[in-house]
Protein backbone atom coordinates (compact mmCIF):
# COMPACT_ATOMS: atom_id res chain seq x y z
CA UNK A 1 0.00 0.00 0.00
CA UNK A 2 1.65 2.90 -0.88
CA UNK A 3 0.07 5.04 1.88
CA UNK A 4 1.57 2.80 4.03
CA UNK A 5 4.89 3.06 2.42
CA UNK A 6 4.67 7.01 2.55
CA UNK A 7 4.19 6.92 6.67
CA UNK A 8 6.89 4.35 6.67
CA UNK A 9 9.19 6.64 5.14
CA UNK A 10 8.22 9.56 7.06
CA UNK A 11 9.17 7.30 10.24
CA UNK A 12 11.94 6.65 9.30
CA UNK A 13 13.42 9.84 8.14
CA UNK A 14 11.65 12.60 9.49
CA UNK A 15 12.38 14.15 12.60
CA UNK A 16 12.79 17.09 14.67
CA UNK A 17 15.46 19.91 13.96
CA UNK A 18 18.38 18.86 16.06
CA UNK A 19 19.66 21.81 18.79
CA UNK A 20 22.01 23.63 16.18
CA UNK A 21 19.26 23.54 13.72
CA UNK A 22 16.72 25.96 15.44
CA UNK A 23 16.76 28.71 14.52
CA UNK A 24 19.41 31.02 16.22
CA UNK A 25 17.41 33.90 16.54
CA UNK A 26 14.32 34.74 19.01
CA UNK A 27 10.99 34.05 16.84
CA UNK A 28 7.40 35.82 17.62
CA UNK A 29 4.46 33.97 18.50
CA UNK A 30 3.29 34.00 15.15
CA UNK A 31 6.60 32.63 13.93
CA UNK A 32 6.78 29.99 16.78
CA UNK A 33 3.01 28.88 15.54
CA UNK A 34 4.63 28.50 11.92
CA UNK A 35 7.23 26.65 12.38
CA UNK A 36 6.14 24.06 15.23
CA UNK A 37 4.43 22.03 12.55
CA UNK A 38 7.51 21.23 10.66
CA UNK A 39 9.04 19.49 14.06
CA UNK A 40 6.57 16.45 14.42
CA UNK A 41 5.10 13.86 11.96
CA UNK A 42 1.20 14.68 11.83
CA UNK A 43 -1.58 13.81 9.90
CA UNK A 44 -4.84 15.88 9.21
CA UNK A 45 -5.77 19.81 9.45
CA UNK A 46 -6.52 20.07 13.21
CA UNK A 47 -4.76 22.86 15.12
CA UNK A 48 -1.66 21.32 16.26
CA UNK A 49 -0.50 24.38 18.77
CA UNK A 50 -2.07 28.06 19.31
CA UNK A 51 -0.84 30.85 20.69
CA UNK A 52 -3.36 30.33 23.69
CA UNK A 53 -1.86 27.03 24.48
CA UNK A 54 1.65 28.45 25.01
CA UNK A 55 0.16 30.95 26.87
CA UNK A 56 -1.63 28.97 28.94
CA UNK A 57 1.66 26.30 29.33
CA UNK A 58 3.40 29.46 30.28
CA UNK A 59 0.76 30.27 33.32
CA UNK A 60 1.11 26.16 34.14
CA UNK A 61 4.87 27.16 34.46
CA UNK A 62 5.65 24.46 31.80
CA UNK A 63 7.04 26.85 29.44
CA UNK A 64 9.54 29.65 30.54
CA UNK A 65 8.13 33.20 29.97
CA UNK A 66 9.20 34.69 26.42
CA UNK A 67 11.83 37.09 26.60
CA UNK A 68 9.75 39.83 25.50
CA UNK A 69 7.52 38.87 23.00
CA UNK A 70 10.44 36.63 21.23
CA UNK A 71 10.83 32.81 21.76
CA UNK A 72 14.37 31.15 21.75
CA UNK A 73 15.59 27.98 21.00
CA UNK A 74 14.65 26.80 24.70
CA UNK A 75 11.32 27.33 24.34
CA UNK A 76 11.28 25.83 20.56
CA UNK A 77 12.39 22.57 22.18
CA UNK A 78 10.32 22.25 25.15
CA UNK A 79 7.33 22.97 22.79
CA UNK A 80 8.30 20.10 20.56
CA UNK A 81 8.11 18.05 23.43
CA UNK A 82 4.87 19.13 24.85
CA UNK A 83 3.59 18.76 21.46
CA UNK A 84 4.50 15.33 20.62
CA UNK A 85 3.96 14.57 24.45
CA UNK A 86 0.76 15.97 24.57
CA UNK A 87 -0.70 13.27 21.81
CA UNK A 88 -1.05 10.56 24.61
CA UNK A 89 -0.55 12.31 28.16
CA UNK A 90 -2.41 14.97 29.94
CA UNK A 91 -0.20 18.14 29.03
CA UNK A 92 0.72 18.56 33.02
CA UNK A 93 2.20 15.03 32.82
CA UNK A 94 3.83 15.74 28.99
CA UNK A 95 5.07 19.52 31.15
CA UNK A 96 6.44 17.31 33.64
CA UNK A 97 8.40 15.08 31.61
CA UNK A 98 9.63 18.06 29.24
CA UNK A 99 10.57 20.00 32.70
CA UNK A 100 11.97 23.05 33.59
CA UNK A 101 15.73 23.42 32.72
CA UNK A 102 18.11 26.25 32.12
CA UNK A 103 19.68 25.88 28.51
CA UNK A 104 22.46 23.67 28.99
CA UNK A 105 19.74 21.43 30.33
CA UNK A 106 17.41 22.13 27.82
CA UNK A 107 19.97 21.40 25.05
CA UNK A 108 21.26 17.91 27.03
CA UNK A 109 17.32 17.16 27.69
CA UNK A 110 16.51 18.02 23.80
CA UNK A 111 19.16 15.47 22.75
CA UNK A 112 17.96 12.84 24.89
CA UNK A 113 14.01 13.66 23.97
CA UNK A 114 15.02 13.66 20.16
CA UNK A 115 16.84 10.32 20.60
CA UNK A 116 14.28 8.57 22.44
CA UNK A 117 12.00 9.76 19.56
CA UNK A 118 14.08 8.40 16.63
CA UNK A 119 14.35 5.20 18.50
CA UNK A 120 10.49 4.86 19.06
CA UNK A 121 9.64 5.98 15.88
CA UNK A 122 12.41 3.67 14.29
CA UNK A 123 10.83 0.46 16.01
CA UNK A 124 7.28 1.32 14.84
CA UNK A 125 8.47 1.92 11.37
CA UNK A 126 9.91 -1.75 11.49
CA UNK A 127 6.85 -2.94 12.63
CA UNK A 128 5.32 -1.87 9.30
CA UNK A 129 5.31 -4.15 6.58
CA UNK A 130 4.00 -2.23 3.68
CA UNK A 131 3.04 -5.23 1.21
CA UNK A 132 0.20 -6.13 3.48
CA UNK A 133 -3.45 -6.36 2.08
CA UNK A 134 -5.56 -4.55 3.07
CA UNK A 135 -7.80 -6.80 5.14
CA UNK A 136 -4.91 -7.11 7.41
CA UNK A 137 -5.02 -3.57 8.58
CA UNK A 138 -7.42 -3.87 11.16
CA UNK A 139 -5.21 -6.70 12.55
CA UNK A 140 -2.02 -3.87 12.59
CA UNK A 141 -3.60 -1.09 14.09
CA UNK A 142 -5.24 -3.08 17.03
CA UNK A 143 -1.70 -4.24 17.59
CA UNK A 144 -0.26 -0.60 17.52
CA UNK A 145 -3.20 0.42 19.44
CA UNK A 146 -2.65 -2.27 22.20
CA UNK A 147 0.87 -1.78 22.46
CA UNK A 148 0.37 2.39 22.97
CA UNK A 149 -2.16 1.22 25.94
CA UNK A 150 0.32 -0.92 27.62
CA UNK A 151 2.98 1.81 27.12
CA UNK A 152 1.02 4.33 28.58
CA UNK A 153 -0.17 2.24 31.57
CA UNK A 154 3.63 1.86 32.44
CA UNK A 155 3.67 5.81 31.31
CA UNK A 156 0.90 6.58 33.91
CA UNK A 157 2.61 4.51 36.93
CA UNK A 158 5.97 6.22 36.45
CA UNK A 159 4.67 9.57 36.24
CA UNK A 160 2.68 8.23 39.58
CA UNK A 161 5.75 7.70 40.98
CA UNK A 162 7.89 10.58 40.28
CA UNK A 163 5.06 12.77 41.69
CA UNK A 164 5.53 11.28 44.74
CA UNK A 165 8.90 11.51 45.08
CA UNK A 166 8.12 15.37 44.03
CA UNK A 167 5.38 15.24 47.34
CA UNK A 168 7.60 13.62 49.44
CA UNK A 169 10.81 16.15 48.73
CA UNK A 170 8.41 19.12 49.15
CA UNK A 171 6.68 17.70 52.82
CA UNK A 172 10.27 16.90 53.71
CA UNK A 173 10.98 20.87 52.89
CA UNK A 174 8.22 21.94 54.77
CA UNK A 175 8.82 19.86 58.11
CA UNK A 176 12.00 20.70 58.21
CA UNK A 177 11.22 24.79 57.82
CA UNK A 178 8.59 24.07 60.63
CA UNK A 179 10.92 22.00 62.87
CA UNK A 180 13.13 24.97 62.60
CA UNK A 181 10.71 27.64 63.88
Known amino acids: ?9 RMETQRPAAWDDLPDLSLYMDQVIGYMPRQLIRYGGEEWLTSAMVNNYIKDGLLPRAEGKRYSKVHLAYLTEICALKQILPVKDAGLLAGHRGQEEAE ?3 AAFREELDRALGETAQRLDTEREKEELPRLALALALRSYADKLACQRIIELIRGEEDEGKKSKKERKEHKA
Open 108 to 110: EAY
Open 1 to 9: MEELKELKA
